[in-house]
């Protein structure tokens, strides 16, 4: 690890990686080279001409389109492919098929995903392990959220189309408040139509949103100091889902979908979840190694 960090700090330093030098191959293995990635997803074409739904990474797990088929646009991150998610469509894998997902207790996160917004609801999910309905929150990255939250009082102000990390270390809502308030916001507001790269981590003292490489700065909104543990769901536990999470108005998950309008509508271009608080110099290495020009 101590060698790894001292190679992406020489390389940084010396030759800043810029993603018009290098191919898609180049762009995933930077992404697959970072120390603790359980799983990417680049949602390019396979060989049979459909889209890979299976990750990369330490482990191989299944993306399975729900409320679907959805349709791929003829443009992406790393190739000439992406998901393009009406809103109300979403993926899921079971939890039992995906237990390096379960990510919980002391057990740090990070979660990066490359999307371009047009949908215009609140609180798009983008993904994670986060089941509202019964009170199965673990962690999740979100946008579009119309709150944010102060974490020197757990109030919340007014937000639009900001980045946001969540963790929940209850699964159900923050003590002596309706919802889960321990999240993240960023102060950026997502543009409709146009790419973007967003993250959050957890270390367990803060939870850092970034937006395409940066630490999106707000206030007391972002970094939000945190260091509770992560929920553990237990066998009953989320799924892990994308674009779409288990919430009051939909009793028959995951048949149709929710009642209230809410999920992620866009193209999402990539996804990589890592079992470890990323770096800020990761972060940035990340975005500029796949930023789009």
């Known amino acids: ?62 993306l399975q389109e729900m409320n679907g088929p959805i349709n791929r646009a003829e443009e992406g991150i790393f190739g000439a492919s992406s998901l393009d998610i009406v ?40 993904a994670g392990v986060w089941d509202e309905r019964h009170e199965r929150r673990q962690y999740a990255l979100f946008t579009s959220g119309h709150k944010q939250t102060d974490y020197t009082t ?26 889960a308030f321990s999240y993240a916001t960023g102060k950026t507001k997502l543009e409709k139509d146009v790419w973007c790269m967003i993250a959050f981590t957890y270390d367990h003292e803060e939870i850092k949103v970034y937006y395409d490489g940066e630490l999106d700065t ?32 939909w009793p028959n998950y995951p048949e149709d979908i929710p009642g209230n309008k809410v999920g992620f509508g866009g193209l999402l271009g990539g996804l990589g979840v890592f079992d470890r608080a990323l770096r800020a110099e990761e972060v940035r290495d990340i975005y500029k190694s796949t930023r789009r020009k």
């Open 154 to 179: 757990l109030t919340r102000t007014d937000a639009k189309h900001q980045p946001h990390g969540y963790v929940s270390d209850v699964g159900g809502p923050t003590k002596d408040r309706p919802w």
């Open 87 to 126: 809103r109300g469509q979403w993926l899921r894998i079971k939890r039992q098929d995906c237990p390096a997902l379960n990510i919980h207790g002391k057990r740090e996160i990070s979660v990066v995903a490359w999307v371009k917004r047009r949908a215009d609801v609140n609180w798009q999910y983008i």
């Open 1 to 62: 690890m101590l060698f790894y960090l001292l190679i992406l700090n020489f390389l940084y330093f010396s030759n800043p990686i810029d993603s018009g030098q290098l191919d898609e191959k180049e762009k995933k293995s930077i992404i697959l080279d970072i120390p603790n990635l359980i799983c990417f997803w680049d949602f390019q074409k396979n060989g049979s001409g459909g889209t890979d739904l299976t990750s990369q990474g330490a482990y191989r797990y299944t």
């Open 218 to 249: 707000n206030g007391n909104c972002n970094p939000f100091l945190w260091d509770k543990p992560i929920f553990d769901g237990g066998e009953a536990g989320a799924d892990f889902t994308v674009a779409q999470r288990d919430v009051h108005s």
